[in-house]
């Protein structure tokens, strides 16, 4: 079934089900959690410059060569490559990139499905109106108890998994597109909802003061690394997460327009998931931190003390809820549909495998939390650290890297002129140059610095 118009496990409608579904799985925890900390820690305006650029120079390319690998094979990224690479005579070397894809999906799901069931947990508390009035260390001490539980953890995580399986069994268009297209308008409505709620709430001045001041003097050379590790678990690549939608492209639809879409759409929630959280935070004196911290108990404490504190935080943690939702279904999606495909097996069926192996695996990450947070992998990793860093920090980058150079020189160029639709010399330059050059090497650099690690660097000047 090599290079066919369509896809057997169905396609997007329009191509805008595919800029919702990509959009979907890029707009996730990372932006809500991540993005609006880092910007503020690492210079602010000047930190969304090189974000942006990371954004158009690496991410950009990265995700139109996957788009393009997926929409010209049609398949799940292993049978993708796997066809590609003996239709034009390549080293089925290729093909272990999609595979350490499907592996980097299966761990990061896994704790994903963790920190998600979260969320959903305090879509509760925050209805009941736990957090009214509340201190901060009643705060911290409810985050706390929740982390001592590992049952409540796993409750919330089952709950969590047990909707993704339910989506993504029901199929493409059934499933997939079915929740998309109620999540992802909700979502930008819950967000619209927020900003405004931020803006009135009297610390917004501070909050975009946090963000956007230029502060030259806060960016260090780990900055950067920091920005191109964010630009590329935001926008969902180097795993096939995007290569597995793209195969489901309609073949008029063009990529590159897409892509830019994708981008921009995943840049501009996670500036307003900033814009709404921060405001709230200072209006109330609070600090900023980081990650779990901020989103588990600063954001519910800021909440406690504004008027309708508890419906507008559970509103912020439904939000939470569907970002993480709809990019928990694209984790799946390489290694579904190549189950799917190798073993004619029904998808349902697949789903529910999978699920209960993310699950099984995810019982590390709660664990890691508590009864086992003694345990450590290498250094100071417990399973979930570590979980964490070889997905994010090894996997994603690599797989990037691959997909770059194989799109680039692997693919004949005749396949890259008609999937991007590229009319004249100028183009076929720009991409190769883009492609080929600036986002491999880019990853390159940001994976050889991470692992070799900044501070050792610095000790060689
Ligand atoms: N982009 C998602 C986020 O920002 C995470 C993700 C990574 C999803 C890789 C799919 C694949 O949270």
Redesign the pocket.
């Known amino acids: 079934m090599a290079n066919s118009s369509e896809s057997r496990h169905g396609m997007w409608s329009s191509r805008w089900l595919f800029v919702l579904a990509a959009s979907g ?7 809500i959690w991540k993005f609006p900390y880092i910007t503020g820690e690492n210079g602010g305006g000047a930190f969304v410059l090189i974000y942006l650029a990371c954004v158009a120079l690496v991410g950009v390319p990265i995700m139109i060569a996957e788009v393009l690998i997926g929409r010209e094979g049609r398949q799940s990224p292993i049978n993708t490559m796997r066809m590609l690479t003996q239709q034009h005579r390549r080293k089925p070397a290729w093909v272990l990139v999609s595979w350490m894809g499907v592996l980097a ?1 299966f761990l ?1 799901l896994s704790y ?1 499905g963790v920190i998600a069931g979260w969320a959903l947990f305090y879509v509760m508390r925050m209805a009941e109106g736990t957090f009214n009035g509340a201190s901060a260390d009643f705060a911290s001490q409810a985050f706390n108890d929740f982390l001592a539980d590992p049952w409540q953890m796993v409750f919330w995580q089952t709950l969590f998994m047990a909707l993704t399986v339910y989506i993504v069994g029901r199929g493409v268009v059934k499933g997939l597109e079915t929740a998309i297209r109620w999540f992802m308008p909700m979502l930008f409505v819950l967000l619209f909802v927020l900003l405004g709620y931020g803006i009135n709430s009297g610390g917004f001045a501070q909050g975009v003061d946090f963000m956007f001041s230029f502060n030259w003097e806060s960016v260090t050379g780990e900055s950067f690394l920091i920005a191109m590790g964010q630009a590329f ?7 096939g ?1 995007i290569m597995a939608y793209g195969a489901y492209l309609p073949s008029s639809a063009s990529i590159t327009q897409c892509v830019v879409t994708i981008a921009v759409l995943d840049t501009v929630v996670a500036i307003a998931a900033g814009l709404a959280i921060f405001p709230i935070v200072f209006a109330n004196g609070l600090e900023p931190s980081q990650g779990p911290g901020l989103m588990f108990v600063t954001v519910p404490l800021a909440f406690g003390q504004l008027p309708f504190g508890a419906l507008f935080g559970a509103i912020f943690f439904v939000l939470v809820s569907f ?2 939702i709809t ?1 928990a279904i ?2 799946t999606e390489p290694a579904l549909a190549y189950l799917v495909e190798e073993y004619n097996a029904k998808r349902s069926r697949v789903a529910i495998s999978l699920g209960v192996v993310c699950w099984l695996l995810g019982i590390g990450t709660v664990l890691s939390f508590n009864e086992w947070s003694d345990v450590f992998v290498v250094g100071d990793l417990t399973i979930f650290a570590f979980v964490d860093y070889v997905s994010q920090n090894i996997m ?1 980058p690599l797989g990037g890297f691959f997909i770059a150079l194989f799109a680039a020189f692997a693919l004949p160029k005749a396949v890259v002129v008609s999937q991007l639709g590229l009319k004249g010399r100028v183009w076929e330059v720009t991409w190769k140059v883009l492609g080929g050059v600036v986002a491999p090497l880019g990853v390159l650099t940001v994976f050889i610095v991470t692992i070799i690690g900044i501070d050792t660097i610095k000790d060689w000047f």
């Not at 678990?233 to 795993?239: E, K």
């Open positions: 799985s890029a707009v996730g925890l990372g932006n999906g990061i994903y678990f935001t926008l969902s690549l180097g795993m997460a970002a993480a990019s694209s984790l994603l």
